[in-house]
């Protein structure tokens, strides 16, 4: 069996040219629709609000070990002391991954990546059983009390922009993102 090249066309070699002489891309996606910006502004402020969790959490530290001390009576001085240093570092580690990936979120969802919007819904899941493991108590005392008004806020924040994402003029954005980068 012989090769043949297509002899219909007018190209060199027999081969057919495309039309316009130039291989076609697809079609540049368009603008974030309103409601895809606004979740994305309200990430940022979800970024915020974290980031001042931080701050307020460096004013109160010794607030962690009083906590301590009341959760774990039986525990000796030096024990309080070691697990409120533990529960301090954690604290500040968490609330710095967790302004870190408000804002990797918002970006990447701003440029209309189908992934991140998977993710974020993933991780509001994951907000939503910490404040319910935080309101049942079986945390183990962290948080609680005025802690429990900027949780509460923060996974408004979040309830907002998932149903802000998973619009349907916000879906047909990322299916044309998605298209784009295939």
Known sequence: MTYEPYSGGTGAGGYRPYPDGLPQ???QPGPA???VLNAVRLMYVGAAISLV???LNILTRGSIRTRVRNTYPKLTAAQVTRLAHFDF????????VFVGLW???AVMCGSGR?????TGSV???FLTLFMIITLSGAGGGLG??????PAGILWLVGLGAVMLLWRKDATAFFRQEQDYYR
């Open 25 to 27: 891309s697809p079609a």
């Open 33 to 35: 629709p309103g409601s």
């Open 53 to 55: 969790g931080v701050v």
């Open 89 to 96: 570092i954690l604290i500040i580690v968490l609330g710095l």
């Open 103 to 105: 804002i990797w979120m």
């Open 114 to 118: 189908n992934w991140a919007r998977i």
């Open 123 to 125: 991780f509001f899941c």
């Open 144 to 149: 609680g009390g005025l802690a429990l008004i």
